[in-house]
């Protein structure tokens, strides 16, 4: 399974959110740095042996590892963070990152035919973007937002385009809004935004929401185990709350 978080103009949180869906997810998962911009976990995160992930393995392996071939173990490519997530570090600045340009396609093939779960950080994405095959792959690509009306609007335009770049399988329950915002006002910016989608005619699956908790954040990542106390935060509860959702409608769309 292939999931991938991403963001139109002005939504910050991508790569936290990823990283916190990775430490619930229910599964053995990899979570990968695919923002062609460069990855920054690896200077947020403590690695499971202490101090910061050694710069190797990293995506640039992966890629020259699956290119003109099929792999079966992501893991070979990540280092285990503090927390226990599993991750497979990004390039280091954009100019890295033109360089994958020509091999997303067989990085998403090495993904969707891995052995174990993997979660996809995409950065800002838009139809250009090199990422897109990681993006057509993925069997829910969750598109971050803030609840104001801006980003609303940027988050609509941008599921519209992806649903467009890739086709009508894009579409429908596999496009999920996801609403980064203060945790008191979770049901009512969930609604906000899926009526801006209902009334723009965009297929997409009812909104999620992940509360702002900085806190909690800087727990995961100095490395506490989200098994433990941490399991009880704000933001952990509503990360699993979005893992059974996705879950949930993959289900629901297996037997539709």
Do not use: Y
């Not at 393995?57 to 173990?73: E, F, M, R, T």
């Amino acid at each position: 399974m292939l999931v991938s978080v991403c963001s139109s103009k002005g939504a910050p949180g991508v790569t936290s959110t990823a990283l916190v869906l990775a430490a619930v997810w229910p599964r053995p998962v990899v979570l990968i740095e695919a923002d062609p911009s460069g990855g920054d976990l690896a200077f947020r995160c403590r690695s499971a042996g202490g101090g910061p992930p050694a710069a190797t393995p990293n995506v640039l392996g992966l890629a020259s590892a699956v290119s003109g071939a099929s792999i079966g173990d992501i893991n070979a490519f990540a280092h285990q963070l503090a927390g226990g997530v599993q991750l497979v570090q990004g390039v280091s600045s954009a100019a890295q990152g033109r360089g994958l340009t020509s091999l997303w396609g067989s990085i998403a093939h090495a993904c969707v035919s891995s052995n174990v779960d993997v979660l996809a950080d995409l950065g800002r994405i838009d139809r250009s973007s090199a990422t897109m095959p990681l993006a057509a792959s993925s069997d829910r690509l969750l598109v971050a937002c803030t609840p104001v009306l801006e980003s609303t609007v940027h988050t609509r335009e941008t599921i519209m385009e992806l649903a467009g770049a890739v086709g009508p399988d894009m579409s429908g329950s596999r496009l999920v809004p996801l609403v980064i915002g203060a945790a008191r006002h979770a049901r009512g910016d969930r609604d906000d935004v899926d009526q801006v989608m209902v009334a723009a005619g965009v297929l997409a699956s009812p909104a999620a929401h992940l509360p702002l908790d900085a806190p909690a954040l800087a727990r995961l990542e100095g490395g506490e185990s989200a098994a433990g106390r941490l399991s009880r935060t704000l933001l952990l509860r509503a990360a699993r709350g979005v893992v059974d959702q996705i879950s949930q409608n993959m289900t629901q769309g297996a037997h539709s």
